[in-house]
């Protein structure tokens, strides 16, 4: 596989994510740990499926601990760092801070043997940084004391996407189809998290359903198994500054679903995103020109 054709799937897994915030407000009152039990539950079967299919479940499985320890305190730390964030800070600040992680991926990338940081990757990554902030302070964040815990949550959990992302790049030699493994793990800490501190809630009707099977599906699901495709053999720096996008398309679905409005923040803050991943995505298109 060719790291461009990489690259592109990884996109392909920002775009998902975009739907994130759209299949959960769908999803009705369901607790967040629950709805993430239930979602990896899908994305990790659907993706044992798969691997069942070729027959190498043992395989598949039988990763070194340090894979299992990054692909599950990954996902599943990532997770319940950001629904925490959400307990105790409002969505729009909780986010701002929680969206550092694509700088901090396009930074963290340069210590990845053989790979270059250059500078219009910095300066992609930054334009996308100063758009997302603006998008989200357009939307009426702002700070108090009280919300520390929530912000310093968000604030760790960028960090560890971050690395978890780079790391998966160290670990090349772990099969995608062992995200699937990942997956069912993180749906089963998230369950008893649940059972700890949550009441269950089942979804009452039909859309519901459809929204928690296709969040599992897509953006807790494929999602991740195209990120680990896109990390580990396509251009990191790229899929960093691209990760702008994902808060972007998530406002516009929400707009579009009349969820949210449009307005001139929104409309600034697309043109640093797309700006940021053009010029962070500059080498793509030399390399296509050539």
Same mark, same amino acid.
């Given at each position: 596989?060719?790291?461009?054709? #990489? ?5 392909? $897994?920002? =775009?998902?994510?975009?739907?994130? *915030? +759209? @299949?959960? /407000?769908?999803? &009705? %009152? ?87 940081? #250059? ?5 992609? $990554?930054? =334009?996308?940084?100063?758009?997302? *902030? +603006? @998008?989200? /302070?357009?939307? &009426? %964040? ?96 790229? =899929?960093?500054?691209?990760?702008? *996008? ?45």
């Amino acid at each position: 596989m060719s790291q461009r054709t #990489a690259t592109l799937i990884g996109l392909t $897994a920002i =775009l998902m994510w975009s739907l994130l *915030a +759209l @299949l959960t /407000v769908a999803t &009705g %009152a369901i607790p967040a740990f629950q709805l993430a039990a239930m979602t990896f539950a899908v994305g990790g079967v659907v993706g044992m499926l798969t691997v069942l299919q070729r027959g190498n479940v043992l395989q598949v499985l039988q990763q070194p601990v340090t894979a299992w320890a990054v692909g599950v305190g990954g996902l599943f730390g990532y997770h319940a760092l950001y629904f925490l964030a959400l307990r105790f800070a409002p969505p729009a600040e909780a986010g701002l801070l929680n969206y550092l992680w694509p700088l901090l991926i396009v930074l963290f990338s340069a210590f990845l043997l053989g790979e270059r940081l #250059a500078i219009h990757h910095v300066i992609g $990554a930054a =334009l996308g940084l100063v758009g997302t *902030a +603006l @998008l989200l /302070v357009g939307n &009426g %964040a702002s700070f108090a004391a009280s919300q520390l815990p929530g912000l310093v949550a968000a604030f760790v959990a960028a960090f560890v996407w971050a690395i978890y992302s780079v790391l998966s790049r160290r670990l090349k030699a772990v099969p995608t189809d062992a995200v699937a493994g990942f997956c069912l793990a993180t749906s089963g800490l998230a369950a008893l998290v649940h059972l700890a501190v949550e009441r269950t809630v089942w979804p009452d009707n039909a859309m519901q359903w459809l929204a928690v099977t296709g969040l599992g599906l897509g953006p807790v699901g494929a999602a991740f198994y195209a990120w680990d495709i896109g990390m580990k053999r396509g251009d990191i720096r790229v =899929l960093g500054a691209a990760s702008y *996008a994902t808060p972007l398309l998530s406002t516009a679905f929400l707009i579009v679903a009349g969820y949210a409005q449009p307005s001139a923040a929104i409309a600034v803050a697309a043109l640093l995103i797309a700006g940021g991943g053009l010029v962070a995505a500059k080498d793509m298109f030399l390399l296509r020109r050539r």
